[in-house]
């Protein structure tokens, strides 16, 4: 299985909710992704976790949580977002976090806030 | 810090001529550089890395890219255009904070 899935695929939730994305990919990898796209954009890395523990925050805003549960899995808690905040979110994943391995990404899911 | 530069954001050709997405990378180390396709609503597609194994890196789809330190550059060449090649490519370097940075992308559009 050489996939990243990502769920949902399309995401519509108001500026008070709470919603996840979820990131599973079974490729045995140990470093895993979340990035956000903005419409013409190229994607901007926000969390990196290795070994299930978070590595990298790019000072993403804290109505972002990651969570990493296991090898596994990588979910993306989101509460109280803004309408600024609608974009593709991509997962990926990578055997290590390292400067030669290359990342798989998943399909993404379509966030729209409103 | 590592970046990339795509020159022209839009690239036209006719189906079955050369295809020339341009990548030029800014480091103070040897990098490691990496091309992504993206097709409209989907996730990105490796096609080929440099990882300074060799000069000439041949990936998916009949693409190549050619490392070439006294230019800085790294650009994709497919020798000819098929309408599936119209997506988007990023060009992307690794730095040594081990995060992909990518460059602002080339809209591939073919003509037929």
């Known amino acids: 299985d050489t996939e990243v899935t990502q769920t949902p695929k399309h995401l519509v939730m108001g500026m008070t909710n709470k919603k996840s994305l979820k990131c599973e990919q079974h490729?045995?990898?140990?470093?895993m992704y979340w990035y956000k796209q903005k419409a013409k954009k190229p994607p901007e890395l926000m969390f990196v976790?290795?070994?299930?523990?978070?590595?990298i925050n790019e000072s993403v805003p804290s109505r972002f949580s990651p969570e990493c549960p296991n090898s596994s899995l990588l979910n993306l808690h989101l509460h109280a977002l803004q309408p600024e905040d609608s974009a593709l979110y991509l997962c990926?994943?990578?055997?290590?976090?390292?400067?030669?391995?290359?990342?798989?990404f998943g399909p993404g899911t379509r966030l729209t806030v409103l | 810090a590592q970046s990339v530069t795509q020159l022209g954001s839009h690239v036209s050709v006719s189906e079955g001529a050369l295809v020339l997405l341009r990548c030029n990378y800014s480091?103070?180390?040897?990098?490691?550089l990496f091309w992504y396709v993206q097709y409209p609503n989907q996730g990105l597609q490796l096609l080929l890395k440099y990882t300074s194994a060799a000069t000439l890196v041949k990936g998916i789809n009949g693409f190549e890219a050619e490392f070439k330190k006294s230019e800085t550059s790294f650009h994709l060449t497919k020798p000819s255009a098929h309408m599936s090649d119209a997506a988007e490519y990023f060009c992307a370097v690794s730095d040594h904070g081990n995060k992909l940075v990518f460059g602002a992308g080339t809209i591939l559009r073919v003509k037929s």
């Open positions: 990926a994943s990578s055997s290590r976090q390292g400067n030669y391995n290359e990342q798989f």
């Open positions: 490729m045995g990898h140990r470093a």
């Open positions: 480091s103070s180390v040897p990098p490691y």
């Open positions: 976790y290795s070994y299930e523990k978070l590595s």
